[in-house]
């Protein structure tokens, strides 16, 4: 079958259905192969979207609440790198979703929609499952990265895309302009129909919409119709030159020659920015953990009205507790189930098991699942790999013995290296 070699064409700007009825004209894909390159020894046997996060929970997860609590009801979750703890995790945790006929979270593992070849990019691991997708008749597709850090109801963003009639509609947050070089960066009218679209760019000159403190960057979810999306993917299929990367191949030449629209995600005002947050960085990804924490945190994970589901016991927020026997203090920090805490936690987050034994300090730190902080230790922002014993006595402090604010604390990642059990972390200063 001939394929035209432009987007450009009759797309309908067909009336947009009642709002109640848009969720079932959608299927979700969530994108969660990544490799995670940049949490280093954090991704070494896991992909980026099963990295845990909060206490209790995989970076995956809000992705996935958000298409659950949103009502969106087929989802279809594309997996690639190591993706075995993630698979593991959708096992044990979104098993149970798809009671009801026709509703599903599904894995769509690259070893079997690309066997021998995988997935060769963001829009190749659609491009694979648009058989999948077809055959569900839906009007609109979602798609969704793994590893973002948010809360949000898709249902005004899939209303906004219809009423426009545009054929995709991109979510979109402000970053600081100096953080524009690891987004997709976008200039806009006063419509909000998008005028440029530049994959992270590596000059300053090459920002749209540099002309303030922050620039406007993709959130890497994306509205498309249906059918305009099929054959998008099979222009890009057929094009050598391409990487078959959503932010890199198909959404510029969309912007070139048809009709987008950005959708701002913003706060219940209507006005603020809403919370999201990239966590592909070690420095972001502790941040964000930081940002769960204090009298008033950033974010939260127990809102009543939008569960965010865990196989475990949900973590408790403790603002201070002290063992029965005076031997443990914990302050401001946020502790899953079957911690034991024998010395002083303070603002920060322990993972389920964790163990910090006699006399050990631990100060705005991230330990994952099963770490043991040895006898006094004194450790301030780090993050310390899950299952790893730190040693007693270890005494690693981010801040120069408490003289950086917080906010300017650059994380130490503390693992073992493969092969010669030794200590390896980022530049730190040693108390």
Request: net charge neutral; aromatic share 6%; glycine share 10%.
């Amino acid at each position: 079958m001939a394929t035209q070699d432009t987007f450009t064409g009759a797309w309908l700007r067909r009336p947009a259905p009642a709002a109640d009825a848009l969720v079932d004209e959608a299927v979700a894909v969530v994108l969660a192969g990544g490799k995670g390159t940049r949490l280093g020894a954090l991704t070494r046997r896991i992909c980026k979207p099963a990295l845990p996060f909060g206490a209790a929970y995989r970076s995956i997860d809000f992705a996935l609440a958000n298409c659950v609590n949103s009502g969106i009801n087929r989802v279809g979750v594309a997996t690639q790198h190591r993706p075995d703890a993630l698979l593991s995790h959708l096992d044990r945790v979104w098993r149970d979703f798809g009671t009801e006929p026709g509703h599903f979270i599904r894995a769509w593992p690259s070893q079997q929609r690309a066997p021998g070849l995988g997935y060769s990019g963001t829009a190749d691991a659609v491009y694979r499952n648009l058989d999948v997708i077809e055959a569900l008749g839906r009007r609109l597709v979602l798609v969704l990265a793994g590893d973002h850090v948010y809360q949000m109801d898709y249902r005004p963003m899939l209303e906004q895309h219809c009423e426009s009639g545009a054929p995709v509609t991109i979510g979109c947050v402000p970053v600081p302009i100096e953080e524009a070089h690891e987004f997709g960066v976008l200039s806009v009218d006063r419509r909000d129909r998008i005028e440029r679209f530049v994959e992270k760019p590596k000059t300053v000159a090459a920002i749209p919409g540099r002309a303030g403190t922050h620039v406007l960057a993709s959130m890497g979810i994306y509205v498309f119709d249906a059918e305009f999306l099929a054959r998008a993917l099979r222009l890009d299929a057929a094009a050598a030159s391409s990487r078959h990367d959503f932010g890199g191949d198909v959404l510029p030449r969309v912007i070139r020659e048809a009709e987008a629209f950005a959708y701002p995600f913003r706060a219940a005002d209507g006005v603020q920015p809403a919370y999201w947050r990239d966590i592909g960085t070690i420095t972001a990804y502790w941040r964000a953990h930081m940002e769960l924490l204090g009298s008033s945190p950033r974010a939260s994970l127990n809102d009543p009205n939008w569960p965010l589901p865990t196989a475990e016991a949900a973590p408790q927020l403790i603002a201070h507790r002290n063992d029965a026997r005076g031997r443990g203090t914990i302050e401001n920090s946020l502790v899953a189930a079957g911690c034991s805490v024998s010395g002083t936690v303070r603002h920060s987050v322990l993972f389920g098991g964790v163990e910090v034994r006699r006399g050990a300090e631990i100060v705005d730190s991230v330990v994952l699942p099963g770490a043991v902080i040895g006898r006094g230790c004194r450790l301030r922002g780090v993050v310390v790999d899950s299952g790893h014993a730190i040693a007693d006595g270890t005494r690693i402090d981010q801040s120069a013995s408490g003289t950086v604010p917080r906010d300017r604390l650059q994380p130490a990642v503390l693992a073992v290296e493969e092969g010669n059990g030794a200590w390896a972390h980022a530049a730190c200063a040693i108390a």
